[in-house]
């Protein structure tokens, strides 16, 4: 006789319709591999007359979260209502009450990932957040089972599929960065707000979870040095291209000398790289084991059914340790108890694109300021003059060796105030 196992879902958006199709279409299966009858009996749903283009039975809806957190014979809460409140409280209420807990929420982990896994504990029931990084990629799975006899010397992801679908069209098809979110847009991979995409937030959330599952260290959102992908133009697009290089939004960490250094920026990356072929709205993952050596994991990272696949899959492990009475992790997948430190993103070879007056000796005034700060040119180009608020300027573009990135922004600062640089532009890591 199989056992059934009761969840409640708090929300019932593009994931929770997304989670509800994959077991509805793969219910039989799945009860006939695992012996376990999975059932959503009760979804959270505050707006009942909204088409959510999917046939579920009225009497499994409800308005009022206390009939799921509440009731004692439902023992899993799948929470997919985004955001870090109220969904952190509901999630909190239900690991007290006893339910194992399952989420895509990579905001709600990332700020208050260490007092969930705490009350986990407490109660003898487990958290589970594999779809709150990259979608439907199984990455967090792999890292605390079958990868986890290993040290990890770095991790470099792609984990926001809104940019790098924009970051894809500017290269392939020389769109501009508006146009291209324009069409992201229309394509549903982007919100009508995109800030938590574009401003790297979104990629920061996921990059604090995996430094906590790889490196056991506490990095949250907000000391992650995070920059997004609007300053990006088609000067640059074609400069990298020209250079050998794509440009991607990575977010990376990496362990060096007892630190983990990370970030979360645009990177110019050798088009030989794993990464570099990623493209439109797929994510990837690229790990370094001292054991496994590297490995990329590749797929959607978003999307209703691949995101649901990742929430399922999630309740079916929870569940199959519910049937053998062992439901709660002696050590917890978030871990903050490394004798590492987070020290920001250290060192890094960079691409600075800056508009300068086009006169002579300004290049070489530029390579002084930066010989003072001990900052080595690797790389120089110069576009064609054009005239900007009645005066002619040049547009150059330089790559530097490894610096750490205060001391560089220090000399373009000198440099701008010497008024050697009228402007900027854009300032991205470069890969080696």
Excluded: W
């Excluded at 707006?47 to 023992?75: C, Q, S």
């Excluded at 290089?245 to 990496?254: G, M, N, Q, V």
């Excluded at 060192?347 to 930066?370: D, H």
Aim: glycine letters at 8%.
């Amino acid at each position: 006789m199989k056992k059934i196992i009761k969840v409640g879902m708090l929300g019932i958006g593009n994931v929770g319709r997304g989670t509800y199709q994959a077991l509805e279409m793969n219910h039989k299966k799945i009860a006939e591999t695992t012996g376990l009858d999975i059932e959503i009996v009760k979804i959270l749903n505050r707006h009942p007359e909204k088409d959510r283009g999917i046939d579920i039975p009225a009497e499994k809806y409800t308005a009022d979260v206390d009939e799921i957190l509440n009731d004692p014979e439902i023992d899993i809460v799948v929470e997919l209502i985004g955001g870090i409140e109220p969904a952190t409280e509901y999630m909190a209420r239900a690991l007290a009450n006893g339910k194992s807990v399952v989420t895509a929420n990579k905001a709600a982990i990332a700020a208050n990932g260490k007092r969930l896994a705490a009350l986990a504990q407490d109660n003898h029931v487990l958290l589970r957040f594999e779809a709150a990084v990259a979608g439907g990629i199984p990455i967090l799975t792999s890292l605390t089972t079958a990868l986890l006899s290993n040290r990890f010397s770095g991790v470099h992801g792609i984990l926001n599929g809104t940019t790098n679908y924009i970051l894809t069209q500017m290269s392939e098809y020389g769109k501009s960065y508006e146009d291209a979110l324009k069409d992201a847009q229309i394509k549903g991979f982007a919100e009508a707000d995109p800030t938590a995409d574009v401003e790297g937030l979104d990629a920061a959330n996921k990059l604090s979870i995996l430094i906590s599952l790889i490196f056991g260290v506490d990095a949250s959102p907000a000391v992650i040095p995070t920059q997004g992908i609007t300053t990006v133009a088609t000067e640059d697009i074609k400069f990298a291209a020209d250079s050998g290089f794509r440009i991607k939004l990575l977010a990376s960490a990496r362990e060096i000398d007892g630190k983990v250094y990370g970030n979360v920026e645009p990177v110019l990356l050798p088009v030989s790289h794993p990464l570099a072929s990623v493209n439109n709205e797929f994510n990837a993952v690229f790990v370094s084991g001292n054991a496994v050596d590297d490995l990329m994991f590749y797929g959607r990272g978003a999307g209703p059914l691949p995101t649901g696949s990742a929430v399922l899959g999630d309740v079916i492990g929870v569940a199959r340790k519910l049937e053998k009475d062992s439901a709660y992790d002696i050590v917890p997948q978030l871990r903050y108890d490394s004798d590492l430190e987070f020290a920001g993103e250290g060192t890094s070879k960079y691409c600075i694109r800056m508009m300068v007056p086009e006169r002579a000796g300004i290049l070489g005034k530029i390579s002084t300021i930066f010989g003072e700060h001990n900052i080595s040119v690797e790389n120089v180009r110069q576009n064609s003059p054009y005239t900007s608020d009645g005066e002619t300027v040049a547009d150059l573009i330089f790559i530097v060796f490894k610096v750490e990135k205060p001391v560089l922004l220090a000399a373009l600062e000198e440099a701008r105030e010497a008024g050697v640089i009228k402007s900027i532009d854009n300032i991205m890591r470069v890969e080696e």
